[in-house]
T-cell receptor, first 114, second 112 residues
């Protein structure tokens, strides 16, 4: 069974600084995708970034980047130049199998301090 | 462009009453559809998913059921709500594994 673990229930960062959110996963599949979702107070789930397991290059989307370590089954999210609008719950997710099911971690609540 | 609509946004229902939450997708065909529940602001639990009309898979035995009467319509139902059914319900769709999910705006259900 696939599992996704986010070991940091809460994190905080000062505005304009950098923060890294951790995620590890367990899977028996060789072909899969990994995602980070953001859930602000509105509770709308927003896709932040995705990573294809067969690509060694780490994905980047503006201030958001990942550190994908396939052998270690680690997929951390780095937020650079943190902004107040980055404050949210962040979920790591793994997609594998033929039915496209996503398995989510329990989330990390990020607070951005002005 | 593809959009997903989920309603109602908020619902307060008495224990023992029925439930019907609806989700529709526009701009795509034959999507995979999903219902998730999020309790206490954390953790998403997959309740049901569907890969086609009339095809429903249940992930967690519970008081709820799902139906897919049309290609882009997904309904979450209950005949008699329990207090434990309270939570935030999210509908989502996907057509490709690498796409991830696109989520609806969610329904906050409070059973009183």
């Amino acid at each position: 069974a696939q599992t996704v673990t986010q070991s940091q229930p809460e994190m905080s960062v000062q505005e304009a600084e950098t923060v890294t959110l951790s995620c590890t996963y367990d899977t028996s599949e060789s072909d899969y995708y990994l995602f980070w979702y953001k859930q602000p107070p509105s509770r709308q789930m927003i896709l932040v970034i995705r990573q294809e397991a067969y690509k060694q290059q780490n994905a980047t989307e503006n201030r958001f980047s990942v550190n994908f370590q396939k052998a270690a089954k680690s997929f951390s999210l780095k937020i650079s130049d943190s902004q107040l609008g980055d404050a949210a719950m962040y979920f790591c997710a793994h997609s594998g199998g033929s039915n496209y099911k996503l398995t989510f971690g329990k989330g990390t609540l990020l607070t951005v301090n002005p | 462009s593809q959009t997903i609509h989920q309603w109602p946004a908020t619902l307060v229902q008495p224990v023992g009453s029925p439930l019907s939450l609806e989700c529709t997708v526009e701009g795509t065909s034959n999507p995979n559809l999903y219902w998730y529940r999020q309790a206490a602001g954390r953790g998403l639990q997959l309740l049901f998913y569907s890969v086609g009309i009339g095809q429903i898979s249940s992930e967690v035995p519970q008081n709820l059921s799902a139906s897919r009467p049309q290609d882009r319509q997904f309904i979450l139902s209950s005949k008699k709500l329990l207090l434990s059914d309270s939570g935030f319900y999210l509908c989502a769709w996907s057509v490709h594994r690498g796409q991830g999910y696109t989520f609806g705006s969610g329904t906050r259900l409070t059973v009183v």
